[in-house]
Every structure is written in C-alpha cells, then in structure tokens.
C-alpha cells in the first residue's frame, strides 16, 4: 500500500511493507513472525488469574520449610520444633505485606511493581534501587525454582543426581523457548497445573493431618542420611532468625499481582485485590500445614530428598500415584514459577529501558512481540548462575529474597510517601504528579499507616536476612545491587548527555559547506579503481588521486596508467619509506585537514574489492576496512567504499 | 619533501612521508623500522659463508646416525653393524647430489632454489610441486632441529626431560624473534658457533678414533636403556633400506647455498660452488667418523640421551668441559639450522606470492624490511607440529626428508630439462627462456648426464623413504603436498581471473552516471540526521528521506520534525508491520534498483553515530555496519556512513 500525502511543503509518503519473513530455522524453533497489531488484548477473571499469578508465589511451600529445618539441623534434630512457629510468624508477616499490596493494586490500576511506586513516588534512586533488586530477584527466581524443580525430580529418580545442572540448564532453556515464542497467557494452560499443585498440595497436608490426628502417620520410612556437623551448637537466636530468614523465602512472588493487574477483568482493581488476598490464603494455610507436619514425621532436609517428598511418601503411605503426582505437581508448578520471571523481568527492562536505564535494544519486540532480548539475557544469566552453584537451592538461597525484600521495602515506603502526599491536599483536589494522578481520599492515615508498618516489617526482615546470611552469600547480592544502580545511572547519564548533545532546542544551521574534497587512495589502476573514480567525479569536481608507493617502478607503473585513464584528475604520490600504507595517507588527510576552511567536508572514495567467496578475502588487504576504523573518529571526514563486486 | 610535475596533461605531485613511526611494544621488541633504502648490499666470502649457509647440513649429522641405529634396534644390537656400510652409501649419495648442486650453482648465479629451476624449465605443476615440497621441508627442518637441540639439552640436564615441549616452542619463538628484528648475516655472528661446532665435532672424532686405535676407548658407561621391542625382527633388506631411508635426512641442507649464491662476493657462483664442496666433504667426513665409531663403543639409541652425547662422554672419558663444550655446540648449531628455514621460507613464499601462488600479503615486507608474515606463518605451523609430535625427534623424522628429496629430484630433473635445450642449440646461440637466457655450451652432455643421475638417485631415495616410512607417518606428506599443490593452483587462479576481470585491455568506459539518487534512512530527527543530511544535499539534489516504523507515533512524530528541519526533502515512510529494520528498506531498495536506469547509482548515506567510547557501542544499534554487510554485494548500491561524534 503506498499513500502519498504533501503537508506543509514536505512531501510524505507512507508505504507498508508487504514482505513476508523467510521460514528458517529461527520460524521452526519459536513459530512464525506476529504482525505488531496481533497483540492480544484479553482480560481473565480471578479463577484464571490466580492460575496465572501463583505460582511464584505458591511454588515457595516447595523449598521454604525445608531451607528451615536445614539451618535448625545445626542444632540437632531438637531444634526442628521452633519450625511451626516460626512458620506462624512468616505468615503474620505475609498477611501484612498482603494487605499492604492490597492497597497498591487499587492505587496503580495500571499496574504497580516496586520499580514503578518508587520511581513515581519516591524519585530516581529509589526506582534504580528498586530496578536493580527486581532485577536481581527475578534471576535468582529462575535458578532457585529451577534448581529446587530438579531436587523434586532427583528425589522420585535417585539416579539422575549427577545430573542436576544439566537438567536444570535443560529446562531454563526450554522455559526461554517456549517464552520466545511468546506464551500467549491463554489461562487455562497454566489453570490445570496449578490446581492440580494445590489440590495435590492440600491433599498432602489434610491426609497427614488427619492421619496424625487419629495417631496412624508415623514418621519418614527410610529418612534421607543427616548430614551432621561436626559438632552441635546451641540454639542461639541467631540461628532462630537465620532459619526465619530462610522460610522468610516464601514470601517471594507476592507481589506478582500487582505488576499484572492489567490482565484483569474489570473492575480489575478489585478482582486483582481479591485474587491476591485468595493467593496468600492458600499459601499461608500450605506453608503453616507443612511447617506443622514436618515436626511430627520427623523430616530431615537433605540434598537427596525434599521434605515434601518425605511428606507425601509419609502421609500417602509409599510411593504410589499420590505421591508420584505431588512431587510432578510440585516440579510443574516450580518451572512454571520460572515463567512468572520470564514474564516480569523482560517487562522490567523493557520499562527501565524506555527510562533510559538500560541500553534501548532491552525495549525491541522480536518477533513473537515479546521482549525477546530480556528473554535472552534472563535466561543466560540464570543459566550461569545455575552452572556456578551447581544447581544447589541451599547454596543459592542465601543469594535469594534479599532483593524481594528490599523491593517490597521501597514499593510500601513509596506507597507510603504517596498517602502522605495525598493527606496533605485539600479535600476534592487533585495534583498530578510524575505518572500518575493523587486524588485527596478519607481514611488516607489508616493507610499509610499500613503501607508504612508493612515497610518497616520487610526492611527488618531484610536486614535481618542480610546479617544472618552475609557470609554464606548475601554479600554477594549486597555488593552486586550497589553497583547494578551506580551501572544504571551511567547508561542513564549517557543517554541523557547524548539527548543533550543531538538535541534541535536553540541548534542554529551551520553555513552551507564550502568546498568538498574528494580523495581517492589507489594502489593500482583497473576497472575497480576507475568505477570509484566515475563515483568520485559524481560526487564533486575536486577530486584527488593518492597512491602511497613502497616501490618506485609500482608508482611509476600507476602514474603512466593514470596518464591513460584517469581523465586528467590529479594523483598525489606518496612516499613511503618505511613500507606502511595507512599512516602516510593519514598524515596526508591530517594535513590537508588543517589547512581547510571550516565545514569544509573531506571524503575518501575507496575502492573495495567483493570477493565472490567469503574465504577469498584472506587473500585481499582490507584497506578500506582500516581506514574506515581509524579514520571513523576524525570530524569532517566521510569514508565511502565503492564496492566492485566480480561475476 | 613535495615535487609537482606536469606530464601530459595530468598532475603529479610526489611527496615523501616524514612521519616517524611511533615507539611501542612493537618497536622495543623487534627494534626501530628500517627505511627500504636501508637494505644492506654487503657480500660475503667463502669462510663465512660457509658459516652462514652449512648450519642446516652440518647440524644433521647430530641425529641421522641416531635415527639410523633406532631402526636396527628392531633387529638387536647385532644389526648395528650395518650403520656404518650404510654411512658410506649416503657419503656417496651426497657426493653425487653436491656434483649435481655445484652445476646448478653456476648455471643460476641469481639463486637457483628448487622452485626457480622447476619453474624456469619444467612448467607451473612442478613448479608448484617444489614450492609445496619446499614448504614442507623449511616447516619440519625447524620442528626437528628443534626438537633435536632438545634433546641435546635433556641428554645433559635430565630433569628437563618433561619440559621438551615448552622447550622447543620457547626456542622456535626466540629465533622467529630475532628473524622478526632481522638478521643482518653479519657472517662473524654465525661464524663463531659453526666453527665451534666443526671443531668439536672434529674433536670428538678424532679422540675417539685414536683412542680407538690405541685400544683405550671401550664402551659407554652407564648406557641409557634400550628400549627393546617385544620380539627380535630379521635383519631384513626392507630394515636396512628403512634405516637408510632415516640416515638420509643427512643430506637435508645441502640445497641451502644454492638458494643464496646473490650473498657470495664475485665471482660468485665460483665462491659458492668451492663452499659448496668444502661444506660437503665437511658434513661426510663427520658423518662417517660417528658412524664408525657408534659400532666400537656400543652406543644405544635413546630418548634419553643423544648418541652425540655418549660418544662425548665417551671419548672424552666424562662429563667435563669438553663434553658439556660439544653439547652445547650441538645444541647451538641445531638451533642455528633452524635460522635457515626462518630465511629461506619467507623468501620462498614472498616469491611464491608475487608469483600469485600465494596470498600477497607474504610479499610485504614489515617494518624491519623482512617478510614478517612468512616468518611468522613459519613459527606458528613449526610450533603446531612440535606440539603434536611432544618434540620428538623420532616422531618427526618419517615426515621429514620426504620434502627435500622431491625438490632435490625437481630441481636436479629441471637441470637436466635445461641442458638438454642447451644441447639443441647452435654453437654459439642463445636463447630467452622464462626467466634466464640459455647460451650454447660445450659438455652439455656429461652435465646433463650429472644432474640426470642425481634426479634418478634422489628419486629412488625418495621412493624408498616413501615405502618403508608410509605407515609411520610419511602418508602424511604425501597427503599434504598434493593438497598444498592444488591449492596454490587455486590461489593461483582465483589472482589470474581477478586480474582478467579487472583488466583494462578491450576496456570501454561506460556512458556518464545518468541519475544518482540517495536515501537517508532515519530514526528520528537530530543534530546527527541533519548533518547527514546536509552531506547528501551536497552529493546530489535527489534525495529521499526513508523513515521505518514500528510505531505510528514516532512516525508521526519524525514527520512533524521533518517538517520543520528537513528543507523540503521528500520523506518515505516504511510501515513495519513485524518490527523489522532492515528487511523493509532493502526490499524498497530493490524496488527502486528494479526500476532504475541503466547505471544509475544508488547511495545510502548511513548517520552512525560515533561513541566517546567503545564500550558504548553496546547501548546503540549497530544498523549502519549491518546494512554494509547486506549492501555490500549488491551492485549499484553505495554506503556511506556519515559519523557524528559527540565531543
């Protein structure tokens, strides 16, 4: 289609391409390019929605109990009754922070990660902050899902044990394929899986509970090996809270609702609140079940067996299809949660790219209209993780959920800076500020009041986290986060600079250029040099032969060549006494440079040699592409190649 | 310095660089570039001569006896007699190949290599044959040389023994070093250490043989194991060809004075052809002298220790300073050997290359005026070989000799081709051939027989180093050198077409460029599009704007801006529908190509924008450098980038 339109005296033409991609082996791995107006435009209800946003969330029962009782075992198999009450401790902290987002759902319709409720209420660090512990989060939640995912599965096929990173590795590759193609979040793809893990999960616990209840549960039949210390320590409150801190993990993904509430039917505020507070209703009452169970089984954490395997083997009597079903409802929903990153991190750097955060490549659509740059790099990165802990949940656990927190930290502390904000303007008013529009609202104290101790909650857990586990990894993070922000501030400063330096604002015409010289560097004459000559000739009427001699009968040989066939145009010989092509020409452009007047354009017309095969320019100089390298950085001076190319 | 002249009608201005090349690594490393009005013109005399030129022959005699006793090792020591009735047969060998050198020597006083003869008289497969056996034969002279003076240093420091490797590529890196510097064969340098070599070798000879007559020389104590194989073969006629075959890598070098005659003073094809046979009754004499005495004293062939050094030990009657003297000369002269291939094997391929058989870049000569390319492909290949063969002497020597004795048979045969056309001459008569004129001579009958004889004689050595090593290794270059000749015909012919393609024999310009028309594809508006813009303005007053969109806004936006600061020019804008770049513009500049007149011209003028640093390429596109790459083999169709550099 071409339409040709003359506004203002610039005629405009718009044209669509109607070119069809090539099938190739890219269109067989991830399917055949979208048209940017396929974009989907459904909305879920909170059933599908749960399925959708859960999993992270959900898929944390999986391993939280068991990096607990792992940490306890330090001081003996004693220690493992502080686990249900610690659990109900998290579980308070979860209802918190739940009804804290509860709050941010309503107030970001448009959807509110922490990267966004900082960036719009608390400024720019604060959002770098938040952008760099998302970032950090939502790598980490590829490789601990992942890695906790092939513990499930090493728990039911003992034999695959030395396997793990290449199982791992194996399925975050499948997880970014299927991504690549882009997972159209058709609902009830994910909907079967998930309910199949909470129904699988909730049959686990009340099987086992009413099987302690009336006395015939018993405990783990063949316990995984202890793998005890060498010596027994006592039960400090240090390690309490470092165990906290470790089942503190579930908390991760709560707050993967309220980055998707545009998914949502409408009122979709409301049905995104619902489905949250549903969400933790679920997690809470599985992860305080099995924290309950596990002390009277008698569960041992152990690399070789999960505590929710042992739960199931116990509580269903052996490995039957029960119990075969949790452990690949559990793997299932682990990888699935792996999706929840792959959704959210490109969607991440796509924001903070459009910000200017991040280099621009982060915002390009491939063509599948996903993110497919932040789908690579998420995947790649997880992958090295992955391959560096040698796919050990406990050994990445202590990397983990420090980001979580502190991103939880800064949304609540920007959601409370903006109920603050809101308290202050006149009832009725309006103000709009940065993204969004603050509308004066009653009962605004009650809320910040929450927002603010939901904050205050997360910044302890936090710190907490950040003390009990530094020398185990967390210092890793720490040290990582600090310098992901100072990154993001010099990708920012450069483009803003950039934007400065190019910006039309106050930019004036520079005079009309004077004079433009042609040079034409040669090292023989033939019908390659003379197509670069009638160039140059088209080009302007002041052109210059050069040829830089290492031999006096070559140059002579060029010079009476040049008498025949070079229509007269003036060739520069340059002495090379010391055998080098490059610098005599650059000394000679140098010099012709400072006597130019100024704008006055140089340009160098090189005739390049296309071999017909690749392999043949090992037999060829690449002059042109030398001179285009250093001469690349010189004002005023263009390089064109003049290819001839031989049939 | 600038001269301008006038001649018929064109301009021709001659100018000599004055930039002084800039000190780095480079320079401290191999020294200050040399102008090419440096290159030294000075001749040398018979004693040094022989000093420069004998290194390789005589350093074979530190490992042709050895090779020859590991063979007949297989029958038991008993079969060790034989070494010196076979000794014998190569001093005879040698005689004969000298008589036939010494004819060539005067017949070539410009230097007559293997690959001139065969070239000159015999045609281009043979004289490919020799280039390619050439070739081979400098790569493995220097992999075992090397190799051998290893194995003189591990004979007297036994710890080495496991460091042979990183030994021998240590050595082959220093000497590519110094021939990278450029040898200036200063003569006195080399002098020192033959003449050392010579007279310890004489001396070790000597002792042993007087002592041998007074009866006080016994055997060697303390012999190195023999490494005795599972069971005793028969002293069988192929054994004794096979070990002949291994003592007739003696001969190796004797070709080099044939390649460097240009070095002698006048006259010189007399100088050289005296030091030719002096040279050669040298390398006999000492040849039959260790051949003789291995039998008396029961030397062992070993890994462990040369057979040099026992005979040593032995006539010296220990470890002393004449021993350690002989090892260290053995040493040095191995060494020395391998500065042989460094100079013939860059001259080699620099002519091999002007010839067009080889990439031209081997006949650039570097900044210390020698053929830096040649001598480095030389050490990186010799250093390969090292490394696959764990330094070993014996390993190596089935590959070896093979070369040589093709080009000995070659360049022996093409004399022979030439004094047969001398003989068809009149008396008197001359005649122009290829490169050297033919003069009519007498005795071109017993000449001809001489260097047919010796071609026959090499030809037969090959032969039967061929058969009774194929299995060991000399398959390996008999699988190469063909490979190596039918691809230096395909170099070959890839230059001969290129240059027919590009002649300008039966060349007619074609008619004057009728239209020239560029595009200026843009992203959206700057400081940078319009100094592209600006350029194209001054190339032609056809240009057109190309705008691809992937979002009607920006479109809109670029459109609205083009209004303002595009001067009229007309604006295309690409719709994208699957958010391609690349793909929309080149179809639209085939369509334009499609429709265009005969020799019309397309050029792209590219705005790249130029980073402060490099590492900021990674936060842009890099669209310019691709759309080079895809344009580059379209005909017609120019790229210039325009670069705009932010300061």
Redesign the interface.
Known sequence: MTSLER???????????E?K?RRSWRTRLIGR?????DSPHQTVGKLIGLAIFASDALSSTAYATQEMLLVLAAAGTMAFGTVFPLSIAIVILLAIVTLSYEQTIHAYPNGGGSYIVARDNLGDLPARTAGAALMTDYILTVAVSVSSGVAQVVSAIPSWFDYRVHLAVGMVLFVMIVNLRGVRESGKAFAIPTYFFVASMYATVVVGLVRYLNGSLGTVPNPPPLETLHELQALTPFLVLHAFSNGSAALTGVEAISNGITAFREPRSRNAGITLIWMSAILGTLFLGIGFLAGPIGAIPSEYETVISQLARTAFGGQGVLYLGTIAATTVILIMATNTSFAGFPRLTALMAEDGFL???FT????R?VYSRGIFALAVIACLLIIAFGASVTGLIPLYAIGVYLSFTLSQAGMARRWWKIGRLQPGAEAKERGSTLRSQPGWKTKMMINGFGALCTAVVMVVFSVTKFMEGAWIVLVLIPLLVVMLRA?SN??R??AQ????ED?R??PP?PR?RILLPISS????T?AAL??AQ???NDVTAVHVS?DPEEAERV?A???I??K?????????????FL??LL??IDELASQRQPNE?I?IVVP????RRWV?N????QTAMML?LVL??K?GV??????????
Chains 1, 2 share one sequence.
């Open positions: 506004q203002n005296g610039t005629a405009v033409q718009r044209r669509t391409a070119h991609p390019p979208l048209e940017t107006a280099p621009r490549q390009y659509r491939g063509s209209l990708i450069h483009y600079r950039l330096d190019l910006s039309l930019f015409e520079p250029v433009h004459v033939h019908q390659g003379l009638r160039y088209m080009l302007s290492t010079r060549q040049w008498e066939w070079g007269g145009v003036r060739l520069v010989i340059l002495g090379s006494p010391y055998r080098l610098e005599p000394q000679y354009t340009t390049q040699f296309v071999p043949h090992l037999l060829h100089t285009r690349l950085f004002r263009i390089i064109t190649d003049v290819p001839y190319q031989v049939e």
